[in-house]
T-cell receptor
Framework: AQTVTQSQPEMSVQEAETVTLSCTYDTSESNYYLFWYKQPPSRQMILVIRQEAYKQQNATENRFSVNFQKAAKSFSLKISDSQLGDTAMYFCAFMVPGTYKYIFGTGTRLKVLA | EAGVTQSPTHLIKTRGQQATLRCSPISGHTSVYWYQQALGLGLQFLLWYDEGEERNRGNFPPRFSGRQFPNYSSELNVNALELEDSALYLC????????????FGPGTRLTVL
């Protein structure tokens, strides 16, 4: 069975600083997708970034980038130049293609401080 | 383009009652997914519907059921409500033959008293 672990329940960062959120997963599959979703206090989940396991290059989306280490089964999210609007719950998720079922971690609550 | 919509925003029921939650996917999306987000438990996959059929089911009892309509909207029904069913229920949609990325709605907060 696949599992996703987010070991940091809460984190805080000063505005304009950089923060890294950790995510590890366990699977015997070789092909899969990894995602980071953001859930602001308004509660609508928003896709932040997505990574296909067969791609060696780390995905980036503006201030958001990932460090994907397939052998270590690690998928961390780096937020650069943190903004107050980044305050949210961040969920790491895993999916095996064709199952269409996300497996989520328990989330990391990030607070950006002014 | 309109996103995934869910209704109602909040729902209050008592133990033993039935709850019906509704979801409209993004236009063009044929797959709808339901997740339960209970306090402290993260998101748990409930159900996946595509083209009107139930395609996958999470580890939930049969009193959690649903359906998908010809316009791809979906209902989640929870029968014989229990206190532990209190949670945020999130609906998501995706393209069936697409990128597997799911887009979420704002959720329905179900409170069971």
């Amino acid at each position: 069975a696949q599992t996703v672990t987010q070991s940091q329940p809460e984190m805080s960062v000063q505005e304009a600083e950089t923060v890294t959120l950790s995510c590890t997963y366990d699977t015997s599959e070789s092909n899969y997708y990894l995602f980071w979703y953001k859930q602001p206090p308004s509660r609508q989940m928003i896709l932040v970034i997505r990574q296909e396991a067969y791609k060696q290059q780390n995905a980036t989306e503006n201030r958001f980038s990932v460090n994907f280490q397939k052998a270590a089964k690690s998928f961390s999210l780096k937020i650069s130049d943190s903004q107050l609007g980044d305050t949210a719950m961040y969920f790491c998720a895993f999916m095996v293609p064709g199952t269409y079922k996300y497996i989520f971690g328990t989330g990391t609550r990030l607070k950006v401080l002014a | 383009e309109a996103g995934v919509t869910q209704s109602p925003t909040h729902l209050i029921k008592t133990r033993g009652q039935q709850a019906t939650l509704r979801c409209s996917p993004i236009s063009g999306h044929t797959s709808v997914y339901w997740y339960q987000q209970a306090l402290g438990l993260g998101l748990q996959f409930l159900l996946w519907y595509d083209e009107g059929e139930e395609r996958n089911r999470g580890n939930f009892p049969p009193r959690f059921s649903g359906r998908q309509f010809p316009n791809y909207s979906s209902e989640l029904n929870v029968n014989a409500l229990e206190l532990e069913d209190s949670a945020l229920y999130l609906c998501a949609s995706s393209l069936r033959q697409g990128t597997d990325t799911q887009y979420f709605g704002p959720g329905t907060r179900l409170t069971v008293l």
